[in-house]
């Protein structure tokens, strides 16, 4: 039987997602920020923060950003590390790679900027104090892949934070479900005129792994620890991997 992986509700060819994900990252690059703040009420920002408040990244660390996007991240890492310190801001879409590199100009903050695949990362192993990707990992084709290359590229005492969609507590699951897929694509065709993506995205945090079967994931890769914290009643949850 030949490989395929989750599109949404789809089953794909692994070669398939990755173009039809980037696809969906060309069509909502330029209102990716608005939509974040329109579909989360701004809870995005709280969550980032309490991900960077968590990595123990101080002056002089060494940051590896996948996913980063818009910079979200990548901006409070790189005010964290300082002037000694390096923060990779990375994405595998150029599009998105592009918005953000603008926007961390704007903000008067240069950083390295690299296209690579978080599956096959072109940096050295053990170089950085700290990995994250914040709303990404739900995107990659292959995600056993993705992780065990974050954990590769951990110096030991390192930490990777994935920061992403979950599995909300049972009682507000009817009530999420129905914002999901009625609210979300209708603000997607109002705001960026693309209600597709944002049925996608709605979808691909359904058959993202829970918190539970996410922390194995980590465990198989070789972490050498691995909690979570569940935010917003398990709406997004923040796991923490620790390399020794």
């Known amino acids: 039987m030949s490989e395929s992986t989750h599109f949404g509700f789809e089953q794909v060819p692994p070669d398939e997602k ?3 994900v980037r696809g969906v990252f060309d069509s ?7 939509m974040n703040d329109l579909m989360s009420g701004g809870m995005h920002r709280l969550w980032k923060r309490f991900a960077i408040e968590r990595s123990g990244v101080r002056e002089g660390s060494r940051v ?22 390096t923060v990779i801001h990375t994405d595998i879409n150029g599009a998105m790679l592009a918005a953000g590199r603008d926007r961390l100009l704007d903000d008067g903050i240069v950083l390295p900027t690299v296209q690579c695949n978080a599956e ?17 990992l739900r995107n990659v084709t292959r995600k056993e892949r993705a992780l065990a290359e ?3 590229v ?17 009682p507000l699951a009817p009530a999420y479900d129905w914002y999901s897929f009625n609210v979300l694509p209708r603000l997607g065709k109002l705001v960026a005129d693309d209600e597709a993506s944002y049925r996608y995205l709605a979808e691909s945090i359904r058959v993202h792994p829970d918190q539970q079967a996410l922390k194995k994931l980590m465990q198989d890769a070789g972490f050498d620890h691995v909690d979570f914290h569940n935010l917003a009643a398990g709406v997004v949850a923040l796991h923490v991997g620790r390399v020794y």
């Open 150 to 152: 974050m954990r590769r």
């Open 64 to 85: 590896l950003d996948l996913a980063s996007g818009t910079g979200d991240l990548a901006r409070q890492f790189a005010r964290r590390v300082g002037p000694m310190g």
């Open 18 to 20: 990755t173009r039809r």
């Open 28 to 34: 909502v690059a330029q209102n990716y920020d608005l």
């Open 120 to 136: 096959a990362l072109p940096f050295a192993s053990r170089a950085f104090d700290c990995v994250s990707i914040a709303f990404g």
């Open 154 to 170: 951990l110096r030991p005492g390192g930490i990777a934070l994935v920061l992403e969609f979950s599995r909300v507590a049972a």
